[in-house]
């Protein structure tokens, strides 16, 4: 028996990094777990090698797949105790030379992504019980400049979940939600970027530094502070952000 015995969730993104993480730490606490993700050969491979993991392709940014990863969540599992909007994407194109149709792709994963999410498990939770929890990021509170674009999704992300959490109070639903904001993770986001930069080592020093506690993130950092957002143990949160971060934000 685990603290999420008995509880179902679907994670977005859990084909790698974050999601991924999330997904495993909610199985070994007796959850049954639907990741979903663009990437089929990653999250079919993940949900060979797990029990009461399973997995569906999706593109967040499209409400009819939405609609059908909603219908796989219910004849897996019968119903949705939890949504963990993860999946996104990261440009750094330089805002001079971004086109609106790279500005858009972003918005569309990042932000159209999360709200459709927030759409449908809203429907699917609202009779019930439910936990959603959203994936901001220290971008939502800051700005990079090297990326612009994805700084003004993780703005959107936060905004999101403190009115989604109202519009669910203001209706009686006993739905949460709640997001968190990650510092630098080491995830292929991260490591991708940096392998393609001339002096990989160079940058990764100089964003660890960024970090008061020296070093970036890992997965389950933030894995475990999702699946206490999504848990009974943070009853009386809703509408909140919880900044994981080495301290980036306390600077
Ligand atoms: N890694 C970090 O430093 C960091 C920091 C702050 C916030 N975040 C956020 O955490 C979340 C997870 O990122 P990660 O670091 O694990 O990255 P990741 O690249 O390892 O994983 C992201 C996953 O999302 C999937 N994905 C992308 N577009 C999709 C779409 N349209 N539909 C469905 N799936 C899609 C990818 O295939 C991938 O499996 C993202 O929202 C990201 O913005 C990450």
Known sequence: MGEFSGKNVFVT????????ATALKFIEQGATVLITDLNEKAGTEIAN??????????????EKSWQQAIAKMKSICGSMDILVNCAGVSFSDPLEDMTLE????QQAVNVDGTFLGVKYAIREMKERKGAIVNIASIASDVGIFAAVGYCATKGAVKSLTKAAALYCAQYKYDIRVNAIQPGYIETPMVTDV??????????????????PLGH???????AHAILFAASDRAKFMTGTSIPVDGGYLAQ
Do not use: T
């Open 216 to 222: 970036f993130g890992e997965p389950d950092d933030i």
């Open 13 to 20: 993104g859990g084909a790698s990094g974050i999601g991924h």
């Open 102 to 105: 790279r500005w858009r792709q």
């Open 49 to 62: 090698n797990h029990e009461n993991l399973f997995f569906a392709p999706h593109d967040v940014a499209d």
């Open 194 to 211: 940096l392998h393609i930069n001339k002096d990989a080592e160079r940058l990764a020093q100089k964003l660890k530094k960024m970090h």
